[in-house]
């Protein structure tokens, strides 16, 4: 079975720190990883990805590390704010498959 | 350019009855996929239609249904209710569907009493 582990389920961080969103997959055909941002009563929105011809993606404050040896890609959020607090699901697909998500990790940033 | 619109956002129902969900895609968009929400399962997949055309299935029961207009908007049927229904359901859309940027709507909130 397809599958996507996301860790940890829960993160606390203070205002201006590091914020690191982990993500395991099994199955090697998987050749696209997007990380979605989901605010309480609105739809997931993409917030960056990457495939696995490159190791790192950086847009703004978010960086995707991918590992493709390990199977592993994460989220890194750089002076993380208040703002960014919501639940960030990972997600992987191949060809014309639907999209195969974490089970979502709810951030928390303290000001 | 209008984002994705669900329909109704809110609903309630009673166990046995049968629900219809309605999405209007991005235009030009003409894959349109649904997802199941839930604390305990997270986001899974439901089905992807595409140019009218189921083209992807998920694990679902029968009672799960699902269709696609020629103008792209897509409903969702769900029959014989159960409370384990009791979800919010994601529309999602994108050009192809092949690995590009899939666009969410804000989803309608099921609950089956």
């Known amino acids: 079975q397809q599958q996507v582990k996301q860790s940890p389920q829960s993160l606390i961080v203070q205002k201006g720190g590091i914020s690191i969103i982990n993500c395991a997959y099994e199955?090697?055909?998987?050749?696209?990883f997007p990380w979605y941002q989901q605010f309480p009563g609105k739809g997931p929105a993409l917030l960056i990805a990457?495939?696995?011809?490159?190791s790192e993606k950086k847009e703004g404050r978010f960086t995707i590390s991918f590992n493709k040896s390990a199977k592993q890609f994460s989220l890194h959020i750089m002076d993380s704010q208040p703002g960014d607090s919501a639940t960030y699901f990972c997600?992987?697909?191949?060809?014309?498959?639907?999209?195969?998500f974490g089970k979502g990790t709810m951030l928390l940033v303290s000001p | 350019k209008a984002g994705v619109t669900q329909t109704p956002r809110y609903l309630i129902k009673t166990r046995g009855q049968q629900v219809t969900l309605s999405c209007s895609p991005i235009?030009?968009?003409?894959?349109v996929s649904w997802y199941q929400q839930t604390p305990g399962q997270g986001l899974q997949f439901l089905f992807e239609?595409?140019?009218?055309?189921?083209?992807n299935k998920g694990n679902f029961p029968g009672r799960f249904s699902g269709r696609q207009f020629s103008n792209s908007r897509s409903e969702m049927n769900v029959s014989t209710l159960e409370l384990g229904d009791s979800a919010l359901y994601l529309c999602?859309?994108?050009?192809?569907?092949?690995?590009?940027?899939?666009?969410f709507g804000q989803g309608t909130r099921l609950t089956v009493v």
């Open positions: 999602a859309s994108s050009n192809t569907g092949l690995n590009t940027e899939a666009f």
């Open positions: 199955n090697t055909a998987f050749d696209y």
């Open positions: 990457i495939r696995p011809d490159v």
């Open positions: 997600a992987a697909s191949t060809g014309y498959s639907t999209l195969t």
């Open positions: 235009s030009g968009h003409r894959s």
């Open positions: 239609y595409f140019s009218e055309t189921q083209r």
